[in-house]
Each structure stands twice: as C-alpha cells, then as structure tokens.
Nanobody
C-alpha cells in the first residue's frame, strides 16, 4: 500500500512564500511522475506542476515563474516551492504520483490560504 503525506501548507500573506513537501511510503516499486494538483473552494481539481523521473518539469500557466517543483527520488519525496502567492492560489493542494504498473496515488491534501 502506497501512502503519500503532504506537509507545509498554512496561512500566508499575499506576496509570501510556502514550500510544500510530499513523502511517499509503502511498497513503492518505481515512481514515474510526481506532481501537485489543487482544488479551490467551489472549483474542480486542477493540475499545478509535475516532474518526471528524468527530471522534466511541467507547470500550469497560472503558476509558471512563481512555483518550482523538485524532487529527491532516493528519498521518495518531492517539493513545491511557491513564491509570490496571491489569493487565487488559495486551495487544498494534493500530491500525486504515478507508479509503474500500479497507476496514480493521491495524498490527503494540505490547505494553503493566502490572505490579501
């Protein structure tokens, strides 16, 4: 059983920064992609950022230039550095990974609130 645990969410003022962390544990055979999604109140879950096993990154247009995803494959962790936060970034952020032959797993989410 794969378990993802996020941390690092909280309350921050507009213009501030937060770093989210995600640790994978359990029977993780081979992690392919790691990524982050978010869901704002009343909205659907949306893609934020991802990083492949090879290190290629992809970002939603709304966060390009402000957010950075990076990972430590050996430690089965990935991080989302979020800078220049604004009220539109307020959401529950979910870590997600894809595992070879197993599919996608989700964390329980960590809440980020940006006050204006």
């Amino acid at each position: 059983q794969v378990r993802l645990v996020e941390s690092g969410g909280g309350l921050v003022q507009a213009g501030g920064s937060l770093r989210l962390s995600c640790e994978a544990s359990g029977s993780v055979s081979r992690i392919n992609d790691m990524g982050w999604y978010r869901q704002a109140p009343g909205k659907q879950r949306e893609f934020v950022a991802s990083i492949t096993r090879g290190g290629s990154t992809n970002y939603a247009d709304s966060v390009k230039g402000r957010f950075t995803i990076f990972r430590d494959m050996a430690e089965k962790m990935n991080y989302l550095q979020m800078n220049s936060l604004n009220a539109e970034d307020t959401a529950v952020y979910y870590c997600s990974i894809t595992v070879l032959y197993e599919g996608r797993y989700w964390g329980q989410g960590t809440k980020v609130t940006v006050s204006s």
